[in-house]
């Protein structure tokens, strides 16, 4: 494959794990390394012309990669230098930027509106598809407008009233659409307070989230639960895996994080299979013990044996 730009990084067969958080999955059959939009938008387009199948990943933080190769081409969208623009109390990102990278440019400027997602991996296009956030604040609630390009490549603006977030998720998830960059309207505040509110995030993700480096993971596997749903307002899926005895279940060498019954993590010989597996039997017993149908969040990429073949796409 050649593509005009030779800023463009294309490495053949390239190992997913190596490009997950939960360091799993097979080769591709190449990754296009993107980290600025106009590599971007000179790539997609390319791919669809060629009609070389594909798939576009932000930072792989939220994802499950079979063990078997992908047949299909992947994007990485993502960057360790951020592409951010401020005017005013406006900030254009790249979709490709870390989102952490865009909290903390934030935060040093004093603008207040983003602070939440201090610390949560993954890159601000992956964020904004899946509506990220924390302690019931998300990226979707200080967004003014997207550029996207769909999956026939059109570019085109929407508006965030045209995205439909709601918890965990936007109406991307259905159309396809990619997040080139993304336009933020922040409000003045204080840098000294959101720089210590920013410390004390970080040390508390540190207190209750795996180590990356040593406890690999996609975060949380479910969803919060709805407040529609049995529990009458939202509630962690976590309490109700401990509840049910999530805690005690493993599947070869995918198991639960002891401090937190909705995380799966990687150990030794672990197979993204097992992960597969295991995530069965966490719905099973919560299903079992409380009727409730608990919800994925994390997206499973490729092939897994025993998936349902109606729900088999490459990503889902
Ligand atoms: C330790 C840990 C803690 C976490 N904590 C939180 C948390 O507190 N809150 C929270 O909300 N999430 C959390 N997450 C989950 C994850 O970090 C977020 O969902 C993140 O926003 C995913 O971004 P990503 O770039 O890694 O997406 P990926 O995992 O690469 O992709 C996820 C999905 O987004 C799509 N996507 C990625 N980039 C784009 C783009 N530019 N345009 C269109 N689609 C795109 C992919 O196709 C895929 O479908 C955590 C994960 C970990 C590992």
């Known amino acids: 494959m050649t593509l005009k730009n030779s800023t463009i990084r294309i490495e053949e067969h390239a190992p997913l794990e190596q490009y997950t958080t939960f360091r799993l999955g097979a080769s591709c059959e190449g990754m296009i390394h993107c980290q600025t939009p106009r590599q971007l938008e000179e790539t997609i387009p390319y791919l669809i012309k060629e009609k070389k199948k594909f798939i576009l990943i932000g930072g792989g933080s939220n994802l499950v990669v079979s063990d078997e190769p992908l047949d299909c081409y992947v994007v990485r969208y993502y960057t360790d230098k951020p592409v951010i623009e401020q005017n005013g109390t406006t900030l254009t990102v790249s979709g490709s930027t870390q989102l952490d990278h865009l909290a903390f440019f934030a935060a040093q400027r004093g ?12 890159s601000v296009g992956g964020a904004i598809v899946g509506n ?47 997040v080139v960059s993304a336009v933020l309207s922040l409000q003045k505040g204080d840098v000294k307070a959101l720089s210590e509110e920013r410390e004390k995030i970080l040390a508390e993700r540190k207190s209750k989230h795996p180590d990356l480096r040593y406890e690999p993971c996609a975060g949380s596997f479910f969803r919060n639960i709805e407040p529609t749903s049995k529990a009458g307002k939202r509630q962690a899926a976590g309490w109700f895996l401990e509840e049910a005895g999530g805690k005690k279940l493993k599947v070869g060498g995918a198991v639960i994080y ?59």
């Open 111 to 122: 603008l207040e509106g983003i602070n939440c997602t201090t610390g949560i991996p993954g």
């Open 132 to 178: 990220a956030g924390a302690w019931g604040k998300q990226i979707g609630d200080v967004l003014t407008s997207v550029e996207l390009i769909s999956p026939q490549g059109v570019k085109k603006t929407a508006r965030t009233e045209e995205l439909q977030f709601t918890y965990r998720d936007s109406i991307l998830k259905k159309t396809g659409d990619i």
């Open 258 to 316: 002891p401090k937190h019954a909705n995380i799966i993590i990687k150990s030794d010989g672990c197979r993204s299979q097992d992960v597969y597996e295991l995530s069965l039997q966490m719905a099973r017993v919560v299903k079992e013990k409380f009727n409730l149908d608990l919800v994925r969040e994390v997206c499973f990429v490729g092939k897994f044996h025993g998936m349902p073949s109606d729900v088999r796409e490459i990503i889902w």
